[in-house]
């Protein structure tokens, strides 16, 4: 059971990782004329298709050939305001991701360290 648990620490990381780099891109082109905003797309449903690894014993074993990193899929952010030039990045919107993205990577971390000492101390 712990073990998933890093495991789905570590792919709220991943997702994390790439969220930041959507928020990032869409600052950089926030002048671009024509650039529509990307966002990822909810880490709910790339929990949802990403399989569980699956312990096997045995080589003939059949293991899940999809990575966590497959499910990772940028989508068209909401084009609720768009420029004259067709850019659709609203720089605040941007700053509220980046500040989720911010406060989600110390809590994955926070997780993931606690879970660690749990089992630290039930190995002592």
Avoid: C
Wanted: aromatic share 6%; hydrophobic share 40%.
């Amino acid at each position: 059971m712990s073990i998933y648990l890093f495991q789905v620490a570590s792919q709220k990381s991943e997702w994390l990782s790439a969220r930041e780099t959507a928020v990032a891109s869409n600052v950089a082109n926030a002048n671009t004329p024509g650039y529509r905003a990307l966002d990822v797309q909810p880490f709910l449903a790339v929990l949802n298709t990403s399989p569980l690894a699956m312990a096997a014993t045995n080589l003939g074993h059949m293991t899940p050939t999809l990575s966590p990193g497959d499910s990772l899929r940028e989508i068209e952010a909401n084009p609720s305001e768009e420029t004259l030039s067709g850019n659709t990045v609203n720089l605040e919107q941007q700053m509220i991701n980046l500040g989720e993205v911010n406060r989600d990577f110390s809590m994955t971390g926070n997780i993931r360290r606690a879970f660690h000492q749990l089992i630290l101390s039930a190995l002592k």
